[in-house]
């Protein structure tokens, strides 16, 4: 079993910056690809970005490209997600997933992969 903690949250103005943190535990981290997804008031949940099990390739939502840097440090078996130039359509609850598999070919295989493990989620909210 695998547990996903995420960690950050919080109230930021707009144009503002915040960092989150997934902490896992319960299996082999460094094996899998792992994202962020987010959800936010009265929508469904929605691709953030995502990496691949060795961090080398990178995948953005286009809504966050440019903003969003997501990278992981398979030592710690964390997941960071650094945001910039937050808007307050950016105000959600962002949720850490591990995959399925370790890599994908294409990219949309992780706006809809499989996901084996989710977190609980940790709130942001971003002010106008």
């Known amino acids: 079993q695998v547990q996903l903690v995420e960690s950050g949250g919080g109230f930021v103005q707009t144009g503002g910056s915040l960092s989150l943190s997934c902490a896992a535990s319960?299996?082999?981290?460094?094996?899998?690809?792992m994202g962020w997804f987010r959800q936010g008031p009265g929508k469904e949940r929605d691709f953030v970005a995502a990496l691949t099990f060795n961090g080398r390739s990178t995948y953005y939502a286009k809504f966050v490209e440019g903003r969003f840097t997501i990278s992981r440090d398979n030592a710690r078996n964390t997941v960071t997600l650094h945001m910039t130039s937050l808007r307050p359509d950016d105000t959600a609850v962002y949720y850490c997933a591990m995959y399925a598999n370790s890599d994908y070919e294409a990219a949309w295989q992780y706006y809809n992969g499989a996901i084996n493990y989710w977190g609980k989620g940790t709130l942001v909210t971003v002010s106008s």
């Open positions: 319960g299996r082999s981290f460094s094996d899998y690809a």
